[in-house]
Every structure is written in C-alpha cells, then in structure tokens.
T-cell receptor, first 113, second 113 residues
Framework: DAGVTQSPTHLIKTRGQHVTLRCSPI?????VSWYQQVLGQGPQFIFQ???????GRGNFPDRFSARQFPNYSSELNVNALLLGDSALYLC????????????FGSGTRLTVV | KQEVTQIPAALSVPEGENLVLNCSFT??????LQWFRQDPGKGLTSLLL?????REQTSGRLNASLDKSSGRSTLYIAASQPGDSATYLC????????????FGKGTTLSVSS
C-alpha cells in the first residue's frame, strides 16, 4: 500500500503569492490533518477533515484554508504568503476510529522569499 | 491548554548505550500518545502508539511507557545504534480537540560509533 503522499516536495514562493499543497491519504483513511513545522519546533496543528467536513482548526489566520475531496484527498491553501509561512507542511491520515494513530507524509517544504 | 514538554532537548551517547527520552503533558484527558521519529528535513515516522488505557508498548529495541495520571511518558531505546540518530517527537491526541495531535519540540539524539 502506498503511504501518505504529498506534492510538491519543495517550492519557493514570493511574499504575497498564493500556494496550494496537496495530500493523498492512505487508501481507506477518511481522516486527513495538516500540520506546520517551523525549523526547530514540533509540528503545529492547522486543520483536520473527516468525510469532507472540517472537524478541527488550529490557531492559524484565515489566510489558511483547506478542503477534502470525495476521494478523501485534501488541499491546503495559503493566501498572501508571509516570510513566516516558510516551513515544512505535513499531512497525516488515520483510519476511522479514535484509537488509531496517525501516518504522516514526507511533507512539502515551502520557502517564502 | 495542553502543553507537551520533552527533556532533554538534545542527547549524545556512544553506540551500544541504553537511553531514555522523556515526555510530559499537562492535561491527562488524552485518547492516546504517539512517539515519532524524524530524520532531518523529512516527514514523521510513527514508532509506537499507546492508548490511554495502556501502560506500555514495545517494538523491537523500543519500549514506550505511559503514566496518564502523572502526565508522563518515556521512550526507552536499548543498545543504541548510529542509525538511531534522529529527532524523536512525542504527541498526545486530545479528547476535546477533535483528536488533533499536540506535539513536543522533540529530543535530538546523536549516537556515535
């Protein structure tokens, strides 16, 4: 089985631009979450989606948005990029049920210049 | 507000040594606790998942314990190897936050040969 796949792996954007990051969960996983990891810190929760509905949102500005598609893949969108948005963005998926752990993808490294 | 702390922040040991990484959390109302490994610039690899009702989990040379009442978990690594060099992150899944993971900042382990 393929793991959690994220695309692109790296990208460079200019301040003020918009970016879309993509995530495909493990087959059969309906829950997808997004995390931001700044260098030297642990990942910070951004969004959680389950069955195409938002189930949780972290303490991030409205410039951050996400959605989940009928095939359970997900997009994270960030508008009006700031230098501080430079980070590793991680996607994680999990089977249905509260007692399962999360599987993470390899992440997208976003650099804002 | 749930806070997760990992001590020490960094650890250097010679090959073959047994070691313990510590994780503490402030709110005992958790679903589970997960230990991850992260290689530089990479995504997270799940090592062990402990349910809130469990006391410990083992996988190979790794053993994780959980004392929910005191808000502590430890990750024990036996007979360390240079390949164990990485950052180790612990994360708790909260009951009241849609099962979002709250991470510590990690312990960076270096095992010398």
């Amino acid at each position: 089985d393929a793991g959690v796949t994220q695309s692109p792996t790296h990208l460079i954007k200019t301040r003020g631009q918009h970016v879309t990051l993509r995530c495909s969960p493990i087959s059969g996983h309906k829950s997808v979450s997004w995390y931001q990891q700044v260098l030297g810190q642990g990942p910070q929760f951004i969004f959680q989606y389950y069955e195409k509905e938002e189930r949780g949102r972290g303490n991030f500005p409205d410039r951050f948005s996400a959605r989940q598609f009928p095939n359970y893949s997900s997009e994270l969108n960030v508008n009006a990029l700031l230098l501080g948005d430079s980070a590793l963005y991680l996607c994680a998926s999990r089977p249905t049920g509260l007692n399962y752990g999360y599987t993470f993808g390899s992440g997208t490294r976003l650099t804002v210049v | 507000k749930q806070e997760v702390t990992q001590i020490p922040a960094a650890l250097s040991v010679p090959e073959g040594e047994n070691l313990v990484l510590n994780c503490s959390f402030t709110d005992s109302a958790i679903y589970n606790l997960q230990w991850f490994r992260q290689d530089p610039g990479k995504g997270l690899t799940s090592l062990l998942l402990i349910q809130s009702s469990q006391r410990e989990q083992t996988s190979g040379r790794l053993n994780a314990s959980l004392d929910k009442s005191s808000g502590r978990s430890t990750l024990y690594i036996a007979a360390s190897q240079p390949g164990d060099s990485a950052t180790y992150l612990c994360a708790v899944s909260l009951r009241q936050a849609g099962t979002a993971l709250i991470f510590g900042k990690g312990t960076t382990l270096s095992v010398s040969s």
